[in-house]
């Protein structure tokens, strides 16, 4: 098959204030190497596996606020949420508040060809073993002093978007939560506000879930991307939006024709692109808002 399109893997490790110089050199090296070792997977399984690879990667690291190292909820347990998005066959699976399993997108993965496909709590851990998932506490020393602080702390949830070279996209996200939520709340990383992919355009978000919910942020820059904008204005039009409503919240997005955007209303958000042509990486800076 031949194509025009560029393919793109464009992760991010979570939107909020920015972190000290030492740990955000830190998180920016491993968004960097993490795109670059889930790279192959685009190329070999497409955007799909290679989505759910940078994510899988994500959770593993300990430095980000999903799988091990998540945020505690008030009750001081890590419960965990997590979508997954293929764009070419518009289906979307999902994990809520799941606990004792290492990595929730692997559970998103499997979901995704089943005919349950967003499932909670204990019934989406009892799918992970038959599954034969990976189950395991996920809480750190970090995240448990934070928590004893009470303190919310930086965001650092994850995600990653890619289209692949026969133009297929996909969309994935994870996280920990907001920190100190209270039990029972619903993250918008396990909905479509906060991933969502079609054949058009493929958006992961991170920040405030209930900011990201009321604005619909993912499924509302797919819908305008669909409509016929440009990727980037329509992200210059979420943007305005976002600023005029005080939503805080960043996301990255990739189009069917290569395009990329990662925008913020947040003082920061780590996030790395990698293309044919190399690396590129951000803390984003210069490109808020
Ligand atoms: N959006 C996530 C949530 O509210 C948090 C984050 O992105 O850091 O659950």
Avoid at 26 to 49: D, F, K, Y
Avoid at 209 to 232: K, N, P, S, T
Wanted: net charge negative; glycine share 14%.
């Amino acid at each position: 098959m031949t194509t025009t399109t560029r393919p793109i893997l464009l992760i991010h490790g979570g939107a909020g204030r920015a972190a000290n110089p030492d740990r955000a050199a830190e998180i920016h090296a491993a968004v960097q190497r993490i795109v670059a070792e889930a790279w192959p997977a685009l190329r070999a399984g497409g955007a799909l596996e290679a989505v759910v690879e940078a994510v899988r990667r994500l959770e593993d690291d300990p430095r980000f606020n999903a799988g091990t190292g998540s945020k505690l909820q008030r009750d001081g347990a890590a419960r965990l949420s997590a979508s997954l998005m293929d764009g070419a066959r518009e289906r979307f699976s999902g994990v809520v508040n799941v606990e004792g399993l290492l990595n929730p997108i692997a559970l998103c993965r499997g979901l995704l060809e089943d005919a349950d496909r967003v499932l909670m709590g204990e019934g989406a851990l009892a799918r992970a073993r038959e599954l034969g998932l990976r189950e395991g506490d996920v809480r750190t020393e970090r995240a448990l002093a934070a928590w004893r602080a009470a303190a919310e702390g930086q965001t650092g949830t994850v995600g990653a978007v890619a289209v692949d070279a026969d133009g297929r996209l996909a969309a994935a996200t994870s996280t920990g939560g907001r920190g100190f939520e209270r039990v029972g709340r619903v993250s918008d990383s396990c909905t479509i506000a906060g991933n969502y992919a079609t054949a058009a355009a493929a958006v992961s978000c991170t920040g405030v879930g209930e900011h990201i919910v009321d604005g619909g942020l993912a499924a509302r820059l797919v819908g305008a991307v669909e409509a016929g904008r440009g990727l980037e204005q329509a992200a210059d039009a979420l943007i305005a939006r976002m600023n005029t409503r005080g939503w805080e919240a960043g996301f990255i997005a990739v189009d069917r024709a290569g395009g990329f955007v990662a925008r913020r209303t947040t003082e920061a958000m780590t996030w790395c692109a990698r293309t044919d042509d190399g690396v590129f990486g951000s803390w984003s800076e210069d490109e808020r808002g």
